[in-house]
């Protein structure tokens, strides 16, 4: 076999992985930019689920979306949707045909690992005002101390009114901070493992330190902070008893690298991902075939519980609604759908080899990363994907000239991670992973590749533009 046949025969049979750069049309550029852009200004405009979820209907509504009122007629072309609790977004773009042969869906989650303040969270230590957190989802508590935070959240008052909070996000804003110990006294903390050197008891927030009142009083400090607190949002110290405040990090999204090919920010996971599902949904130009949906989660970061996350019966009474309206069984519709759930994966980090395989870890530039499992040691909590619907998908990606490769997150016994798949799953919805490759995951300034954006923005388009 001469050279020629050789090289012909690997063509053909043998898998050439490319970076995705080298398959980019250069037409693309300028649009993956602007892509970029937009992303941006979402994640500074969504830094917590409720501000997301806010983000989210702000642009669907500029699009022609309209709020889904249960018994309301929908016809080919009516787009709506419905946001559950100020938390969860699921929108509508219904399709040419009926929802007897299923739903093209989307569903990725809009919630962050951050700090959530305590039912009981202010008070004073040695003439400092501080607020006690409870972290939410999986942190590396070390990465949050001695970062600017910010404060945002609503604090729900007995007469029903709602004082919407922000502290940190507005030009000219303090900022919150977590103290930690400087490296002279540092030296027993510094033997302790990474995960207990910084107790979560410890992650408080430092408020102030100038006191009012009178000198021999007690609690001046905790007092000042409580008195500009109420100046500003008209909050009593009993009002945080039925408060959600969550603190984050006071920074805003950027270009990461000297060729500004990359983006850093807080809540890339998974707002990277929710932000394609849902732009790629509002920008359809025509009636999709199937009725095309998207669905952004809560609570993904701590199992998916709760009125909000995709577990809630939420999803399935918004898809009834849509089926009643067409008088189709929403089982029968579930039993023809499709669900892309559409998470981030773990790209891999040369500096961190040993807990990645290099064969089956995605990389940034490579395109969008499809999962046929995640789940932890041996699949657990994994939907695990069939061949055929992972082949259903490379079709889909293939004619929409769409950038993608195969990943799995870590060796096998490093660890893992869970999505909303298997939600979807047991719904009987035909479900796959797919997301964009992360650096740094799960900390405060998380990293991703503007081109892996973009094509898991094509990736999504072409979930909902699929004819079967």
Same mark, same amino acid.
């Given at each position: 076999?001469?050279?020629?046949?050789?090289?012909?025969?690997?063509?053909?049979?043998?898998?050439?992985?490319? @970076?995705? *750069?080298?398959?980019?049309?250069?037409?693309?550029?300028?649009?993956?930019?602007?892509?970029?852009?937009? *992303?941006?200004?979402?994640?500074?405009?969504?830094?917590?689920?409720?501000?997301?979820?806010?983000?989210?209907?702000?642009?669907?509504?500029?699009?022609?979306?309209? $709020?889904?009122?249960?018994?309301?007629?929908?016809?080919?072309?009516?787009?709506?949707?419905?946001?559950?609790?100020?938390?969860? /977004?699921?929108?509508?773009?219904?399709?040419?045909?009926?929802?007897? &042969?299923?739903?093209?869906?989307?569903?990725?989650?809009?919630?962050?690992?951050?700090?959530? %303040?305590?039912?009981?969270?202010?008070?004073?230590?040695?003439?400092?005002?501080?607020?006690?957190?409870?972290?939410?989802?999986?942190?590396?508590?070390?990465?949050?101390?001695?970062?600017?935070? &910010?404060?945002?959240?609503?604090?729900?008052?007995?007469?029903?009114?709602?004082? /919407?909070?922000?502290?940190?996000?507005?030009?000219? !804003? $303090?900022?919150?901070?977590?103290?930690?110990?400087?490296?002279?006294?540092?030296?027993?903390?510094?033997?302790?493992?990474?995960?207990?050197?910084? $107790?979560?008891?410890?992650?408080?927030? %430092?408020?102030?330190?100038?006191?009012?009142? !009178?000198?021999? &009083?007690?609690?001046?400090?905790?007092?000042?902070?409580?008195?500009?607190?109420?100046?500003?949002?008209?909050?009593?110290?009993?009002?945080?008893?039925?408060?959600?405040?969550?603190?984050?990090?006071?920074?805003?999204?950027?270009?990461?690298?000297?060729?500004?090919?990359?983006?850093?920010?807080?809540?890339?996971?998974?707002?990277?991902?929710?932000?394609?599902?849902?732009?790629?949904? %509002?920008?359809?130009?025509?009636?999709?075939?199937?009725?095309? =949906?998207?669905?952004?989660?809560?609570?993904?970061?701590?199992?998916?519980?709760? /009125?909000?996350?995709?577990?809630?019966?939420?999803?399935?009474?918004?898809?009834? !609604?849509?089926?009643?309206?067409?008088?189709?069984?929403?089982?029968?519709?579930?039993?023809?759908?499709?669900?892309?759930?559409?998470? =981030?994966?773990?790209? *891999?980090?040369?500096?961190?080899?040993?807990?990645?395989?290099?064969? @089956?870890?995605?990389?940034?530039?490579?395109?969008?990363?499809?999962?046929?499992?995640?789940?932890?040691?041996?699949?657990?909590?994994?939907?695990?994907?069939?061949?055929?619907?992972?082949?259903?998908?490379?079709?889909?990606?293939?004619?929409?000239?769409?950038?993608?490769?195969?990943?799995?997150?870590?060796? =096998?016994?490093?660890?893992?991670?869970?999505?909303?798949?298997?939600?979807?799953?047991?719904?009987?919805?035909?479900?796959?992973?797919?997301?964009?490759? /992360?650096?740094?995951?799960?900390?405060?300034?998380?990293?991703?590749?503007?081109?892996?954006?973009?094509?898991?923005?094509?990736?999504?388009?072409? =979930? *909902?533009?699929?004819?079967?």
């Amino acid at each position: 076999m001469d050279k020629s046949e050789t090289k012909e025969l690997k063509e053909k049979l043998l898998s050439n992985r490319k @970076n995705g *750069y080298d398959r980019l049309a250069a037409a693309e550029t300028a649009a993956v930019e602007d892509y970029c852009a937009r *992303y941006m200004a979402f994640l500074d405009a969504g830094k917590t689920e409720r501000l997301c979820a806010a983000e989210s209907v702000r642009l669907a509504e500029e699009k022609g979306y309209r $709020p889904y009122v249960r018994g309301m007629e929908l016809k080919a072309g009516d787009k709506v949707y419905v946001c559950n609790r100020g938390k969860a /977004v699921m929108l509508a773009h219904i399709g040419r045909k009926s929802l007897t &042969e299923g739903a093209q869906i989307a569903a990725a989650h809009i919630d962050s690992p951050r700090l959530d %303040l305590k039912p009981n969270p202010l008070y004073e230590e040695s003439e400092l005002a501080y607020f006690k957190t409870h972290y939410y989802g999986g942190i590396r508590k070390y990465q949050w101390v001695t970062i600017p935070l &910010e404060l945002h959240g609503v604090a729900a008052l007995k007469d029903g009114r709602s004082a /919407v909070v922000n502290i940190g996000a507005d030009e000219g !804003d $303090p900022r919150l901070v977590i103290t930690d110990l400087l490296p002279h006294l540092g030296q027993e903390q510094a033997k302790k493992p990474l995960a207990s050197a910084i $107790p979560g008891e410890t992650l408080n927030l %430092l408020l102030g330190s100038r006191p009012i009142g !009178d000198e021999e &009083e007690t609690g001046r400090v905790k007092l000042a902070v409580m008195k500009l607190l109420n100046e500003k949002y008209g909050i009593t110290e009993d009002d945080f008893t039925s408060a959600e405040l969550e603190a984050v990090p006071a920074v805003n999204a950027c270009d990461i690298g000297l060729d500004r090919s990359m983006i850093g920010a807080y809540g890339h996971d998974d707002r990277v991902c929710a932000y394609a599902a849902l732009k790629a949904l %509002l920008d359809l130009e025509e009636t999709p075939a199937k009725t095309a =949906v998207c669905v952004l989660a809560d609570k993904e970061e701590i199992g998916s519980d709760g /009125v909000t996350g995709m577990q809630s019966a939420a999803f399935d009474t918004f898809m009834e !609604d849509l089926c009643a309206a067409q008088d189709v069984p929403v089982r029968a519709c579930f039993e023809k759908s499709f669900c892309l759930s559409a998470d =981030v994966t773990a790209a *891999y980090d040369p500096d961190y080899a040993d807990v990645y395989e290099k064969r @089956n870890a995605a990389y940034l530039n490579y395109g969008i990363g499809l999962c046929k499992y995640t789940g932890a040691r041996g699949k657990s909590g994994a939907s695990d994907a069939d061949a055929e619907t992972v082949a259903y998908v490379r079709r889909l990606f293939d004619g929409a000239d769409v950038i993608w490769q195969i990943a799995e997150l870590g060796k =096998v016994d490093a660890g893992g991670g869970g999505t909303v798949a298997m939600y979807m799953a047991n719904r009987n919805i035909t479900t796959l992973d797919a997301g964009v490759p /992360v650096l740094s995951m799960h900390a405060p300034f998380e990293v991703v590749g503007k081109l892996d954006c973009w094509e898991t923005y094509k990736g999504m388009k072409a =979930v *909902y533009q699929a004819e079967n």
